[in-house]
């Protein structure tokens, strides 16, 4: 579809304006929001992960592309969200510590939100501390973690540590580009959730 294309495009260039434009025009066309999120945004934004692991482009590129991925985003968000139904549970959610990556982490935020989950999203570069107390304090019965860095995935297990230590129920998932399922059982994690939908899918298991 070229006007998906196009918001790929531009969002590679790092044209907020474009991409902000392009995708309000796209939801007026009713395109499917996932099939807009998949094949214009993520498609994107992993073009540009692409072309900076092989230093084509730079942060500030990056930085530009993540700003323009937000200016679909933000206008997807209520209609990825819209079906929800409140009343499923309470979820803590956040990126760990010494993670500046949020992308991933809100879109799973928006998912479980439109699946009925009530989550509180505690943003990003949170102290595992933070993770847990939060949980106990909110009575939540399960803890989300991304991390988009082999440096800051290992701060999963300190969450997963202190949970297994108060012999609490709250049950732990885990997401992220370099984190997987063999990464889950080694740190003791409830389930590994490879992208948003599935997240949804895995919590609903779990609680
Ligand atoms: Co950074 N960065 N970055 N970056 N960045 C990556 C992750 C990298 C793979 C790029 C590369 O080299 N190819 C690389 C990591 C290498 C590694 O550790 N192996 C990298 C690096 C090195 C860095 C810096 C260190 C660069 C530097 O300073 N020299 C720096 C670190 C800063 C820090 O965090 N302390 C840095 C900074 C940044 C920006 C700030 C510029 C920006 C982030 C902006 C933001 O998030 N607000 C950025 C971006 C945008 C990226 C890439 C290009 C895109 C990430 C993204 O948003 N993808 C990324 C390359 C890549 O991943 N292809 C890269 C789209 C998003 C929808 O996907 O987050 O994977 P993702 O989420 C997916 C799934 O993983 C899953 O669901 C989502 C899809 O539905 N998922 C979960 C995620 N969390 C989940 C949680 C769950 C379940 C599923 O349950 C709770």
Not at 30 to 42: E, R, T
Not at 97 to 122: E, R, S, Y
Not at 147 to 163: P, S, W, Y
Not at 183 to 190: L, R, S, T, Y
């Amino acid at each position: 579809m070229e006007i998906l294309n196009q918001i790929s495009e531009y969002l590679q260039q790092g044209d907020d304006d474009k991409v902000f434009a392009l995708t309000k025009e796209a939801i007026e066309q009713d395109l499917n929001p996932k099939v807009i999120l998949d094949n214009s945004l993520i498609a994107g934004m992993n073009i540009i992960g692409e072309k900076f692991k092989k230093h084509e482009i730079f942060l500030p590129d990056v930085l530009m592309s993540a700003k323009a991925m937000y200016a679909g985003l933000d206008q997807l968000k209520p209609l990825l969200a819209s079906k929800g139904i409140s009343g499923l549970g309470k979820v803590v959610i956040g990126t760990v510590q010494g993670d500046l990556h949020d992308i991933g982490k809100n879109l799973v935020g928006i998912m479980l939100k439109g699946a009925g989950f009530d989550v509180i999203d505690l943003g990003k570069d949170v102290p595992p501390e933070k993770f847990v107390e939060t949980a106990k304090r909110e009575n939540a019965k399960l803890i989300g973690m991304s991390a988009l860095l082999t440096t800051t995935m290992t701060n999963m297990k300190k969450v997963v540590d202190l949970v297994r230590k108060d012999n609490s129920d709250i049950k732990v998932i885990i997401g992220g580009a370099p984190v997987s399922k063999e990464f889950a059982d080694e740190i003791g994690a409830d389930a590994y959730a490879y992208d948003a939908g599935n997240a949804v899918e895995c919590v609903k298991e779990l609680i």
